[in-house]
Structures are given as C-alpha cells and as structure tokens.
T-cell receptor
Framework: ETGVTQSPTHLIKTRGQQVTLRCSSQSGHNTVSWYQQALGQGPQFIFQYYREEENGRGNFPPRFSGLQFPNYSSELNVNALELDDSALYLC???????????FGPGTRLLVL | KQEVTQIPAALSVPEGENLVLNCSFTDSAIYNLQWFRQDPGKGLTSLLLIQSSQREQTSGRLNASLDKSSGRSTLYIAASQPGDSATYLCAVGNNNDMRFGAGTRLTVKP
C-alpha cells in the first residue's frame, strides 16, 4: 500500500457528460501527477500540480483540468466526455525533488 | 520528444528461469528511470528507481541497470516465480513528468 487513495474505483458515464475524479496524496507529499492509461498501453502524463499550481502538462486538451487543495488532495475534471476518454486514471504523489512517485490504485472510467 | 520502448511486449518463461526485460529511450537527458510492476486492473508498484548519476540498483531478486549514453535500461529478474507474473513498465523521468513504455507482460509458468 502506497498511502495514495483514489475515488471512485469505477465509474460509467455517457458521452458529453462531465466527471470529477479524486485523489488523496500520501502524507507529507506536496506534488501530485495525473496519468491516463488506455487498455494495453503505458500511462500517459496529463498534468502535475505543485503547491496548488499546475507545474507541467502533457498533450491533453483543455477539457482536462485539475485542482490541488491546501491539504494536497487533488481532483481531475474532464468535460465533454468522449468515448476515447475510457481508461484507467492514475494519480501519483511525491515530495518535490525526490523523483519518486507513489501511485494510487486508479479509477476506471468507462464512457458509453 | 522522449519516446520509450519496451521489448519484448510479452514473455512467458518456466519457473526458476532468469530473465531480462529491456527498455530504450530516445533522449538521454533524463532525471531518473523507474521500473514499475502492474497487476491486472491495478495501480503501479515501484520496484526500482535509478537516478541519472547511477548505473544500477538492486532489490532482492531484481537488478536494474541504466546506460544513458546508449539510451537503455534492463531489468534482470533472478529465479523467477509464478508470483512475478505481471506487466512491467519502465518510465523515464524528467523534472516534472514521466514517460512510460507500453510494458512487458510477463507470465511465469509453474
């Protein structure tokens, strides 16, 4: 167990809807990253937050947005869901500068 | 743009065999390289982290090497066990993100 939790574990949405995924970081960690993992592929970096500010972003459209809260929990929001958004969404927390990320169990999103 | 490739995509071996998983990357300006294990439908478990200044790391039956100049890393698993069956992912880190390979799916047969 890494101490990183995510909710919900599974979610089903329809195309065009909006979704919010949540992550609780490991105690003491000030950085959180979000990844999208499609079936049979490696995780793709969405963005990272450090001290409540976005600190890097992968090749994802603006309808993917995030928040990090003062207690270092985090949210990933996806608007106007598309079928291709179906994936496992992983969050990872770390303490800035260590390079070691601890992953949560993921949220599996299915868009119909 | 950093590209990470893992070979082979899948590997099946009998129990007890030693094996090597390969990872290659295109940009040698990396911060670190990490090997992860992922069980079906689960999150990632970190196995070994190699900083850019290091050449290898060992943990139990696992040994990972890093050669930045050639853009390669290997994960060596000694005396494989059925419980080692999983997908193994390598990830190359820069300052604020990691680039993952697609993984090697390992099956160790009893």
């Amino acid at each position: 167990e890494t101490g990183v939790t995510q909710s919900p574990t599974h979610l089903i949405k329809t195309r065009g809807q909006q979704v919010t995924l949540r992550c609780s970081s490991q105690s003491g960690h000030n950085t959180v990253s979000w990844y999208q993992q499609a079936l049979g592929q490696g995780p793709q970096f969405i963005f990272q937050y450090y001290r409540e500010e976005e600190n890097g972003r992968g090749n994802f459209p603006p309808r993917f947005s995030g928040l990090q809260f003062p207690n270092y929990s985090s949210e990933l929001n996806v608007n106007a869901l598309e079928l291709d958004d179906s994936a496992l969404y992983l969050c990872a927390s770390s303490f800035s500068g260590t390079g070691l990320e601890y992953f949560g169990p993921g949220t599996r999103l299915l868009v119909l | 743009k950093q590209e990470v490739t893992q070979i082979p995509a899948a590997l099946s071996v009998p129990e007890g065999e030693n094996l090597v998983l390969n990872c290659s990357f295109t940009d040698s300006a990396i911060y670190n390289l990490q090997w992860f294990r992922q069980d079906p439908g689960k999150g990632l478990t970190s196995l070994l982290l190699i900083q850019s200044s290091q050449r290898e790391q060992t943990s139990g039956r696992l040994n990972a090497s890093l050669d930045k100049s050639s853009g390669r890393s290997t994960l060596y698993i000694a005396a494989s066990q059925p419980g080692d069956s999983a997908t193994y992912l390598c990830a190359v880190g820069n300052n604020n993100d990691m680039r993952f390979g697609a993984g090697t799916r390992l099956t160790v047969k009893p």
